[in-house]
């Protein structure tokens, strides 16, 4: 499959992913459809780009807890997600948990 269908495949999925994290999460708000489109963009980049990085930095903590760091790693990308799209916000802790269960 060519690199470009990938890409428009994964944010097609990022779109459906923070679509349903805000229908079922009273914490999510996406305010309009450019919102959810631009914030599944940034969380695509963001989730390629600085993921990673985090991830080979953080194995330590990964191995101790067993893999539940990785929970924190993926609420730290969708709260980067969140403060980079202003029409995008996840109020609380548990609500940014629920909606990186959704999205993972």
Do not use: C, E, H, Q
Request: proline fraction near 3%; hydrophobic fraction near 70%.
């Amino acid at each position: 499959m060519p690199l470009l269908a990938r890409i428009v495949i994964a944010w097609v999925l990022n779109i459906a992913a923070l679509a349903a994290a805000d229908w079922l999460l009273d914490g999510v708000v996406i305010d309009g459809w450019w919102a959810l489109v631009l914030a599944a963009l940034v969380l695509g980049v963001v989730n390629t780009l600085i993921k990673p990085i985090l991830t080979i930095l953080s194995i330590p903590f990964i191995v101790v807890t067993l893999g539940l760091f990785l929970l924190l790693i993926n609420i730290a990308m969708l709260a980067l997600t969140s403060w980079i799209v202003s029409d995008f916000d996840i109020s609380g802790f548990w609500t940014y948990v629920g909606a990186v269960i959704v999205v993972w």
